[in-house]
Nanobody, 121 residues
Framework: QVQLVESGGGLVQAGGSLRLSCAAS????????VGWFRQAPGKEREFVGG????????YYADAFKGRFTISRDDTKNTVDLQMNSLKPEDTAVYYC??????????????WGQGTQVTVSS
């Protein structure tokens, strides 16, 4: 059974940092495209960025370049999202997704349950 589990969310003050982690069981993340998404209350789900399989190419949506960094740890079978200089508008539920072929907004063979990030002003 494939399972993705996000962790690391919480409450942080504006300007602070959080590191989210996506841990997989039942699949090896190095064989998948892995992406991060977020969904704020009343808004559509938004693609943050992701990492390709073999060449580890990382893609970030424009709004997140420079503040967010994605990395993969094959020994732990995890993909992390480091978020710096957080703003109140970053408040959302953050999800990871894995896909055999796609990296981008349309990806999503498998999804995690999400982790809440709340940034206070």
């Amino acid at each position: 059974q494939v399972q993705l589990v996000e962790s690391g969310g919480g409450l942080v003050q504006a300007g602070g940092s959080l590191r989210l982690s996506c841990a997989a069981s039942g699949l090896t993340l190095s064989g998948y495209m892995v992406g991060w998404f977020r969904q704020a209350p009343g808004k559509e789900r938004e693609f943050v960025g992701g990492i390709r399989t073999r060449n580890l190419y990382k893609y970030y949506a424009d709004a997140f370049k420079g503040r967010f960094t994605i990395s993969r740890d094959d020994t732990k079978n995890t993909v992390d999202l480091q978020m710096n200089s957080l703003k109140p508008e970053d408040t959302a539920v953050y999800y990871c997704a894995a896909d055999r072929q796609r990296l981008g907004p349309a990806m999503g063979d498998y999804w995690g349950q999400g982790t809440q990030v709340t940034v206070s002003s």
